[in-house]
């Protein structure tokens, strides 16, 4: 069984431009979860899905972030415009439900120049 | 939210017994124990959960005390596969919002 898939692996890009990021979740799983995790921390979580409603968005930053989940199944991730601060891994991590173990994906390691 | 404590690094001969202590001495009864580990360079990984009753899987054991204030998670014979963050997490309220700590970087050694 795949895992989760996330792409790219890795991203650079300069100040001020636009990022997207995309996931896959294991197939079945109605939870998505992406985190924010920083060079040193443990991963923070930015918003959690249920199928394609996002029922906890609390800790994104909402004036940049953006995120979408169609049809309750692949996500995307977008920070517009990025900044200096934002370089870091970005995680996704499905569960079948809200209350199962949560799988998470390789990351995506973004660089802001 | 119950938080943990855990040390920030323990070192393990390859082939010993690894034990994880963590301490949550705020946690509520119906709250959940979670233990997840991240290998350099990848995605956390779940490890094992528990609430009263030990617990034993594939990858570990899980024991916690019969207070619910500490817990111990036992690698029974550590490989340098296991090298890694280790991470403690009690779910609060069983809402599923994990929130990770800085977790314990256990070196094993040959």
């Known amino acids: 069984e795949a895992g989760v898939v996330q792409s790219p692996r890795y991203k650079i890009i300069e100040k001020k431009q636009p990022v997207a990021f995309w996931c896959n979740p294991i197939s079945g799983h109605n939870t998505l979860y992406w985190y924010l995790q920083n060079l040193g921390q443990g991963p923070e979580l930015l918003i959690r899905?249920?199928?394609?409603?996002?029922?906890?968005d609390s800790q994104l930053p909402k004036d940049r972030f953006s995120a979408e989940r169609l049809k309750g199944v692949d996500s995307t991730l977008k920070i517009q415009p990025a900044e200096l601060g934002d370089s870091a891994v970005y995680l996704c991590?499905?569960?079948?439900?809200?209350?199962?173990?949560?799988?998470f994906g390789p990351g995506t390691r973004l660089t802001v120049l | 939210d119950a938080k943990t404590t855990q040390p920030p690094s323990m070192d393990c001969a390859e082939g010993r017994a690894a034990n994880l202590p963590c301490n949550h001495s705020t946690i509520s009864g119906n709250e959940y124990v979670y233990w997840y580990r991240q290998i350099h360079s990848q995605g956390p990984q779940y490890i094992i959960h528990g609430l009263k009753n030990n617990e034993t899987n594939e990858m570990a054991s899980l024991i916690i005390t019969e207070d619910r204030k500490s817990s111990t998670l036992i690698l029974p014979h550590a490989t340098l596969r296991d090298t890694a963050v280790y991470y403690c997490?009690?779910?609060?309220?069983?809402?599923?919002?994990?929130?990770f700590g800085q977790g314990t970087t256990l070196q094993v050694k040959p």
């Open positions: 997490i009690v779910d609060p309220g069983n809402t599923g919002k994990l929130i």
């Open positions: 899905y249920e199928n394609e409603e996002a029922v906890d």
């Open positions: 991590a499905s569960s079948a439900t809200f209350w199962n173990e949560q799988f």
